[in-house]
């Protein structure tokens, strides 16, 4: 590769970089309007532990909010509610411990 060619490169990632901070600072602003602060934090925590989920949850409020479905904040138990159908209707893992006595 020539000197031309890695700059355009660096270029390309540097507004890859920059348009997905954008996008990142749109989401948290969005969430910041429409959730309660715990309720906030709790979405932060998800998006830590699961990108996937987060991105999800994200999309859901949203559209809730387009559709006209959200008036007021909402709390940290509706955010449950949301996080727990966004994952389905499987059971949560179960931990058993047997013992030898």
Same mark, same amino acid.
Request: charge should be positive.
């Given at each position: ?8 490169? @660096? =270029? @390309? $990632? ?17 969430? @910041? ?8 934090? $709790? !979405?932060?925590?998800? =998006? ?9 949850? !994200? ?8 559709? +006209?479905?959200? $008036?007021? @904040?909402? +709390?940290? +138990? ?11 209707? +499987? =059971?949560?893992?179960?931990?058993? !411990?047997?013992?030898?006595?």
């Amino acid at each position: 590769m020539n000197e031309n060619e890695l700059a355009e490169l @660096k =270029r @390309k $990632r540097i507004a890859e970089l920059q348009q997905a901070q954008e996008m990142e600072s749109q989401k948290k602003s969005l969430l @910041k309007n429409l959730l309660e602060p715990a309720a906030y934090e $709790r !979405v932060m925590n998800v =998006r830590l532990a699961s990108p996937e989920l987060y991105d999800q949850l !994200v999309g859901m409020v949203a559209y809730l909010y387009k559709a +006209g479905q959200i $008036r007021g @904040k909402l +709390g940290e +138990g509706q955010v449950l509610q949301i996080l727990s159908k966004l994952r389905g209707s +499987g =059971r949560e893992p179960t931990i058993t !411990v047997k013992r030898k006595d």
